[in-house]
């Protein structure tokens, strides 16, 4: 056997140590916390580009190790990113796959876990459901959410827009969406997650003054939140920042031709303290973009 072979194989193991060995610690921890559509033929538009990605061994383990426990089973068929033509997204289905009835939020797009597991290691008493499209973010919140013992976490493998259509009215706290793809191509922008419909279905999804928190750090997506958003009479925009942002969109490249446009003042908030410094992030902040923090809150 060639060295390389065997150190994959010692590397392998360890893994496999290290994951049931934070098995055993979240058994431990939480024994003594005890004790003290593509449907027809409608063109369906989506935010993401469908694409495969191999799985290291590390995230593979976690896949299989965790499934069972955080991943639901609400798509319409294997490897589809459709839910279930009869999903119901109500009360009942919370308390079915939560066993409690805690206050559900959503993060749509939640990458590699990173933001959410935090939430739901620091809020244990609420309820969160990632939604995430591509295996890789899907297998790494699997694997966070074990190493932090985390019960309190769920993922579903689709179509947001999708979900969201099959929620209830009332059944989310808040939905957040944060650092989506900004499409940044003219001809692209109707791909760009937050649209009119999307609105409509997280309003009805909300509880009364239920929020909608969305962070960018695109200017050009800010706009496009702000033209969505602004004007709707079934939510409120309670920023109180006062932000210049160019009232015309520029497309991919020309990003730096904005600064000349005409510009108006926008409310936007003040970062959301619930919210973890993510890598994504830290790379727009050291790339010198601005980060915009939106808050809507249902009426």
Known sequence: MEESQIVNLQSDELESN???SDELNCMNKHKN???DKDNGSARVILSFVRRSARLDARLERAKERYSSQYLLNVEDSLGSLRVKSDLLADSNWVAKNWGNSNPLIVEIGSGQGENIVAAAESNPNI???ALEVYDPGVAHTMLLAGKQCVENLRIAQVNAPDFLASCSNGVLKEVWTFFPDPWPKMRHHKRRIV?????DA???ALIDKGVWRIATDIEDYALHVHEVMDER???ENTGK???????EHVGKGNAQDAKDLPHADFAESVRFEGRVLTNFERKGLEA????HDLTYVAK
């Open 195 to 199: 649209q009119p419909s999307l609105a």
């Open 288 to 291: 010198g973009r601005k980060i």
């Open 33 to 35: 916390n005890k004790d």
């Open 202 to 204: 997280v309003h009805n």
């Open 18 to 20: 290290i994951l049931e």
């Open 233 to 235: 009479e079934d939510f």
């Open 241 to 247: 920042l006062q932000v210049s942002l160019p009232i």
């Open 127 to 129: 309820n969160f459901l």
